[in-house]
T-cell receptor
Framework: GQNIDQPTEMTATEGAIVQINCTYQ??????LFWYQQHAGEAPTFLSY??LDGLEEKGRFSSFLSRSKGYSYLLLKELQMKDSASYLC??????????WGAGTKLIIKP | EAGVAQSPRYKIIEKRQSVAFWCNPI?????LYWYQQILGQGPKLLIQ????????DSQLPKDRFSAERLKGVDSTLKIQPAKLEDSAVYLC?????????????FGPGTRLTVL
């Protein structure tokens, strides 16, 4: 079966750095997406990785290791507005997006 | 550029009643998705359209759920009859539909409560 695993909840301090991990087992791989979802709102796109390595976009970076079936989202200089759920999703060989359950990130002052 | 539009935003019904949701995707987006998201979980794909054809409806409970996308633009999702476990947010998303990096843009969702 296809499976995406990510921690249910994480807590971090404003101004700090947090890493949210995602491991996956899917039938084929055509890219990994990270989405941000604030409570009561729709998911919004953060990043896309299809090759191994680190993609940096401002305060957010995403890393992929295809051989390990592993990705992480790194958030730097945390702000209170970063409190949200972070969803990892993998596009399989049929170009279908398989979603994880999301990691709820709580930022404390 | 206008985003994905959905209506209604909220709906409360009693079990065994019927309900319909509407979605208008971003202009030019060939692919349209309906997701069900239960509180605390990730989105679950119900159905995916490419233009007006169905690509994947393997997780759609076809005994009670139906969806259509006439003319390859707007789409409606219907539940008939509703059950308590259908309480969730129903998200519509659209994408260009070109495979690979195909960012999905989500609408605001419809929050359904079944009493």
């Amino acid at each position: 079966g296809q499976n995406i695993d990510q921690p249910t909840e994480m807590t971090a301090t404003e101004g700090a750095i947090v890493q949210i991990n995602c491991t996956y087992q899917t039938s084929g791989f055509n890219g990994l997406f990270w989405y941000q979802q604030h409570a009561g709102e729709a998911p919004t796109f953060l990043s896309y990785n299809v090759l191994d390595g680190l993609e940096e976009k401002g305060r957010f970076s995403s890393f992929l290791s295809r051989s390990k079936g592993y990705s992480y989202l790194l958030l730097k200089e945390l702000q209170m507005k970063d409190s949200a759920s972070y969803l990892c999703a993998v596009m399989d060989s049929n170009y279908q997006l398989i979603w994880g359950a999301g990691t709820k990130l709580i930022i404390k002052p | 550029e206008a985003g994905v539009a959905q209506s209604p935003r909220y709906k409360i019904i009693e079990k065994r009643q019927s309900v319909a949701f509407w979605c208008n995707p971003i202009s030019g987006h060939a692919t349209l998705y309906w997701y069900q998201q239960i509180l605390g979980q990730g989105p679950k794909l119900l159905i995916q359209f490419q233009n007006n054809g169905v690509v994947d409806d393997s997780q759609l409970p076809k005994d009670r759920f139906s969806a259509e996308r006439l003319k390859g633009v707007d789409s409606t999702l219907k539940i008939q009859p509703a059950k308590l476990e259908d309480s969730a947010v129903y998200l519509c998303a659209s994408s260009l539909g070109r495979g690979g990096f195909d960012e999905q843009f989500f609408g605001p969702g419809t929050r359904l409560t079944v009493l």
